[in-house]
């Protein structure tokens, strides 16, 4: 039995096994991770087992071996360590707002320090661009929205009067920008046709309206609006009283305090709003250790 799980056929066959799962998950799979299903632990599970049944099989081998095969059983084992013992919660946030509070299902866990968001940021590829789609009599163009703008079709006359970003009404019903970023552009119009004058608001975010009231179909769109980045700038307070500022972004967590904050969303309707995961890893030295063992050993191996 103990040979049998110590093959070197069984190996090879469990790396390609592994192999096959990382290409599914990384090309394929749109769902849950395979790193949570019962058959990747029971991979990950049986490669430990034939890993540390060779080593034993050959326990009077030369001491890089050795380390080589105890090292990778103990990061194998730390990944298991890490699953096991992992925190993950949310931290939703508003701009100016302060919580030490991160909800995971129904459960809201108290963090030792206070996180405030003093303000979020959107970066583009390129500067988006405002477009008119106008389909009049059977032809479509597309036409550049710059404030001020006329447009001339076969049977109408199509001005803009005026361009928003983040399209929003104050207190007064008065149209402001909510913020700077393109979230909800909109188009105020002027449309001639027929003797009648139709003035009104056009969103990108809601192509179809108006579409039975108009003698022309006109949608507002944007171009090259492919957002690169999105960042929070926050101010982390700790128990003590002392604070640090920092920014969080996508590819660029903070780690404090033995937790790790991730930028993880935002709420395209509302600039104010940024959601960041809370991580912590207790199981990490787990895997760390087992780092420990693998570096002597392959350094032992390089100097044979």
Known sequence: MLKALA???LFYVLCLALA???LYQTLVNRGAPVYGSWWFSALGALTAANIAACAFTRRRSSAHYLLIHAGLVVVIAGAFATRAFRFEASLPLRTGQASALAYSGRDAYKLPFEVKLEDFRLEYYR????????EDGGERETFAAEEGAVIRTASAEIKVLRLARDFGLNSG???VE?????????????????????????????????????PVRVAYALEQAEIKNFTSLVSVKNADG??????????????RGGYTLY????????????????????????VYAGFALLLPGLLLWLRK
């Open 263 to 286: 930028q993880t969303s935002y709420d395209p309707a509302d600039a104010r709003y940024s959601l960041l995961t809370v991580t912590r890893d207790r199981g990490a030295w787990v």
């Open 127 to 134: 500067e988006p661009v405002g477009v008119l789609l106008v």
């Open 7 to 9: 093959s070197l056929r």
């Open 242 to 255: 002392s604070e640090v500022k920092a920014e969080i972004a996508v590819n660029r967590p903070l780690r």
């Open 173 to 175: 019903r008065e149209v």
């Open 20 to 22: 096959g799962a990382f």
């Open 178 to 214: 909510k913020s700077p970023y393109w979230l909800n552009p909109a188009a105020r119009l002027e449309i001639k046709a027929g003797g009648k004058t139709h003035k009104l608001w056009t969103f990108a975010n809601f192509p179809g309206m108006h579409a039975q009231d108009l």
